[in-house]
């Protein structure tokens, strides 16, 4: 009996998987281009039809630009496994070399963000999936034509993948910091939106000060394996010789808590993972920036762990 039941979960588990990879994911985003050619907006490449030429009314287009782009926001961030792109069927020729990138930031329209693919060609008309095997995470999947002016029409694109399984913890905390400027009050960096442009109003802000920090309080002790921390666009080197420090200690507002590791440089308007294969454990989570003068603005602190029993 037992050694069904176990059988069960996990056909139950595996189908489930399954399902959430086949799901588009695309359908549930929104769609932004570059330029518009008549009436043919972004959004015509999310609409769930695949009919590939132009009199059907399905298919996004660009105006001749200088190396047009397509983009689109998910939700939140998915780890994408596959990217399925439909062709138009009178000009398939002007895809080719196109590039598919995903990632979180919006730098460069989203053109920063890692390369997924490199569209060689596709058949006129014709539906090709490019795929990574161990997927990349990102909320927005940007499509775009190098080097040369061109009209970018996609008929569909469909994107497939999983949400994260990770929770992140940060968003079940408060924050708090040393000191504020204008209306960028700690808890800005935890209000689960990576935004990294100062006028979006998602970033966390200190006064120009000695030693500035910032610190969240998680409800209960974590053992942490990974914190993820976006730059600011702006100003990015201000978190150069920031230090992340974690543990259960509120002496010197927790910079004597361990260090987790220190923040060489992240660039302007990116995230990056800081990680400690065996975790540290923690239910403070410490951010300064020791020994100068300086604002401390952080525009998303994420945290993952598990609880401690």
Request: contains cysteine.
């Amino acid at each position: 009996m037992m050694k069904l039941s176990v059988f069960l979960l996990m056909l139950l588990m595996e189908t489930c998987s399954a399902s959430t990879y086949q799901e588009n994911l695309a359908i549930q985003g929104k769609a932004t281009q570059s330029s518009l050619y008549w009436t043919a907006d972004a959004d015509k490449a999310i609409d769930g039809s695949r009919v590939p030429t132009w009199v059907g009314g399905s298919c996004s287009h660009t105006a001749n630009d200088l190396e047009p782009w397509w983009r689109l926001a998910l939700p939140k961030t998915h780890k994408v496994f596959s990217v399925k792109i439909t062709n138009r069927n009178e000009v398939p020729g002007r895809l080719n070399g196109s590039e598919i990138r995903i990632g979180d930031s919006l730098v460069n329209n989203g053109a920063d963000n890692p390369r997924f693919a490199v569209i060689t060609s596709i058949p006129a008309g014709e539906t090709v999936d490019f795929q990574v095997p161990n997927g990349m995470d990102g909320r927005y999947v940007y499509i775009s034509i190098l080097g040369r002016k061109e009209y970018l029409s996609l008929c569909e694109v469909e994107v497939y993948g999983y949400p994260p399984t990770e929770e992140n913890l940060a968003l079940q905390g408060k924050a708090t910091q040393s000191s504020l400027y204008g209306a960028a009050d700690a808890n800005k960096a935890i209000d689960g939106s990576r935004a990294p442009v100062w006028a979006d109003g998602s970033c966390s802000h200190t006064a120009n000060e000695l030693d500035p920090w910032w610190r969240l309080a998680l409800p209960k002790t974590h053992k942490v394996f990974s914190v993820k921390i976006t730059n600011r666009n702006e100003v990015p080197d201000r978190l150069n010789g920031a230090e992340i420090r974690i543990g259960d200690s509120l002496v010197n507002n927790g910079a004597d808590n361990p260090r987790f590791a220190v923040i060489t440089s992240i660039p302007a308007g990116e995230t990056a993972e800081f990680e400690v294969a065996d975790g540290m454990d923690g239910r403070y989570v410490y951010i300064g920036i020791p020994e100068r003068h300086e604002w401390l603005t952080l525009c998303e602190v994420e945290v993952f762990g598990s609880a401690l029993d």
